[in-house]
């Protein structure tokens, strides 16, 4: 297995349409940098890890907000949506989105509960939030 972990993280055998695909070519740092752990995190999967943990890129796209939230969320996303819709779409293409589970952020956001004006809610009560999972755009 250790031979494969160095192969799967040598990304120069990877095509430029999906080096592109990923953003890695971009000129966002934030994102190159998280589009390549994400595609590295794909060639693990295919080289048959059973478990891969990716972290985003917490100093130049922190999830984690208590002012400037719009700010802060467009500057996430930039460096995110990319290479997240790039790994789904490149595990669905390679056979290999049925059998992983992707679980991203950290957050179980039908799980996650919390006390508002003495009502139990989740962060996908579309009641309140207004939430909801468009699975189409997943694939």
């Known amino acids: 297995m250790q031979l494969e972990a160095i192969d799967a993280t040598d990304l120069s055998r990877e095509s430029r349409a999906t080096q ?10 934030a994102m190159a940098a998280y589009a390549r752990r994400l595609l590295i995190e794909r060639r693990l999967v ?3 890890v059973r478990f891969v943990l990716v972290f985003a890129p917490v100093r130049d796209a922190n999830w984690d907000h208590h002012g400037d939230v719009k700010g802060g ?4 996303c930039a460096a995110t949506d990319q290479p997240s819709g790039a790994l789904v ?3 669905h293409a390679r056979g290999l ?3 992983t589970i992707l679980h991203q952020f950290g957050l179980d956001h039908r ?4 006390l508002h004006a003495g009502r139990l809610e989740t ?9 909801e999972v ?3 755009l997943l694939i």
């Not at 969320?73 to 996430?76: D, E, F, I, V």
Request: proline share 3%.
């Open 46 to 48: 295919e080289a048959g």
């Open 73 to 76: 969320l467009t500057k996430a």
């Open 134 to 136: 468009v699975r189409s």
């Open 97 to 99: 989105l049925d059998s």
């Open 123 to 131: 962060l996908s009560d579309s009641e309140v939030t207004g939430a």
């Open 111 to 114: 799980r996650l509960s919390f």
């Open 20 to 29: 592109s695909l990923y953003g890695i070519d971009g000129t966002n740092p």
């Open 89 to 91: 779409r490149d595990l």
